[in-house]
């Protein structure tokens, strides 16, 4: 197994959201092979939060009205 080799973790928004403010706040005074390697996962973790709510929005669509 590598130093790059992939996880599947289950985290909370709530989780997601302190992980990205903790790594923006590591990068203040960091080199460019640091702050680089942070924006990959920044890309990852925000894409993670943005898939699942445009699955949500899509399944949403989905749901026929109800015509009372």
Do not use: H, R
């Not at 992980?19 to 890309?43: G, N, R």
């Amino acid at each position: 197994m590598s130093i790059n080799t992939p996880f599947n973790v289950t985290l909370t928004e709530g989780q997601i959201g302190v992980i990205l403010c903790s790594l923006e706040k590591s990068v203040k005074y960091a080199d460019s092979e640091y702050i680089a390697e942070v924006d990959t996962i920044f890309e990852e973790l925000e894409g993670a939060v943005d898939k699942y709510y445009n699955k949500l929005e899509a399944a949403k669509k989905k749901q026929p009205k109800a015509e009372w």
